[in-house]
């Protein structure tokens, strides 16, 4: 029998400006502008990006202050290579290298749209609620 081949790697660091914008653009994500990436991505603490082959096809990034606070950020997969564990590969990257790097007691948060919480539990996270409440403003 034939082993399963699998088209797909990962790689560490943060996605270029173009794969950034338009992973997402295609997964359904806010568009942001080119200024606004190009002063964010450097600011990175972990990031991994999924290719197909040499396609960038997802992506996931951790930000913060390195120390006392972590922002689980970016989480997408394009969709014609969606229900195929990538977002799972993505957030199983992030959260071995928060583990590895990050100190005790540091707070991880994340921001889930809709039924990817389900996905986010599988990895310890929590609803804050009722004990806070996740607020945000757009500038």
């Known amino acids: 029998m034939k082993p399963d081949f699998n088209p797909y790697s990962l790689r560490t660091g943060s996605p270029s400006v173009e794969t950034y914008l338009r992973l997402r653009v295609v997964s359904g ?11 964010g991505l450097p600011n990175t603490w972990h990031g991994v ?9 997802g992506m996931g990034r951790v930000i913060g ?10 989480i997408c997969v394009a ?16 959260v071995g290298e928060l583990e590895r790097r990050a100190p005790d007691g540091a707070y ?13 539990e599988k990895f310890g996270f929590r ?10 403003r757009t500038v």
């Open 79 to 94: 969709p014609e290579h969606q229900g195929r564990g990538l977002g799972k590969r993505i957030m199983g990257e992030l």
């Open 108 to 120: 991880v948060s994340l921001i889930a749209d809709g039924d990817a919480r389900f996905l986010y």
């Open 127 to 136: 609803q804050t609620a009722p004990a806070s409440v996740g607020m945000h």
């Open 65 to 74: 202050d390195g120390g006392c606070f972590f922002q689980v950020v970016d």
């Open 49 to 57: 990006t999924v290719l197909c082959g040499d396609e960038p096809v």
């Open 29 to 39: 994500l806010s568009a942001k502008t080119v200024q606004a990436a190009e002063a």
